[in-house]
């Protein structure tokens, strides 16, 4: 009888140590997913600061544009 006790005792302390492992990893998801919701969040912003840059690009290209075609309309140049 003491060697099924013994038994039971080794089998529960491996069912402790594998449980005691599946938290750790299970600990370790929301971390995890932590860091990926910042770097999405991350990609975001960089790509809302570039669309921004982009369009601040495209006004002072259509300002240049103005610019150009009042000298060409001064000068009588046909471009």
Known sequence: ???VDNLVIEHLKKI???QS???ERDAEIPRRLSQI???IARI???SGE???EIIEDR???DKLKERIER???RLEING
């Open 1 to 3: 009888m003491e060697n």
């Open 16 to 18: 402790q140590a594998e």
């Open 21 to 23: 492992s599946a938290r």
């Open 37 to 39: 919701e910042l770097g």
């Open 44 to 46: 975001a912003r960089d």
């Open 50 to 52: 570039n669309y921004a």
């Open 59 to 61: 006004h002072t290209v």
């Open 71 to 73: 000298i060409e309309r």
